[in-house]
């Protein structure tokens, strides 16, 4: 069964291209452990980085988006699809090539191991096809 997952390849498989490896930090937000680093827009009436001052970071741009071909794209080529049960498995039959699924989170143990045995009839990669099997085992 390991076997025959590992051989699963997507059709195309395009060299990704990132812009830009760091993430966009909002701007001093190194200063304060209680301010949040997810990038928001400077507001303010004189800041220097709103008004962007040599030596402040790089602002968040249109133009460094990925692009579209490889936007949603795993490193192994193939595009991620959240699946919840068998019927939702079911709509991959014919995208097998391009999607590979990965069992929510919230899927019980039990499910998951009907799903994985029908993503392997059906040739469909399963993204995390041990997760919650392994700790049902050890105990």
């Not at 680093?37 to 040599?54: E, V």
């Not at 602002?59 to 939702?88: C, Q, W």
Request: charged residues 35%.
């Amino acid at each position: 069964m390991v076997g025959s997952r590992s051989k699963l390849r997507p059709a195309s498989r395009p060299k990704i291209v990132k812009k830009k490896s760091n993430k966009f930090v909002r701007f001093e937000a190194d200063m304060w452990k209680r301010m949040n680093p997810a990038w928001r827009k400077p507001h303010g009436m004189d800041g220097r980085f709103r008004r962007h001052f040599k030596g402040t970071p790089k602002h968040v741009k249109i133009g460094y988006g990925s692009n579209k071909k490889t936007r949603f794209l795993m490193p192994d080529g193939f595009v991620k699809f959240v699946v919840n049960n068998v019927a939702e498995l079911e709509l991959l039959l014919m995208h097998n090539k391009k999607y590979a699924c990965e069992i929510a989170h919230n899927v019980s143990a039990r499910k998951r191991k009907v799903i994985v045995e029908r993503a392997d009839q059906l040739s469909i990669k399963v993204t995390n096809p041990d997760a919650r099997l392994r700790s049902e085992e050890a105990e």
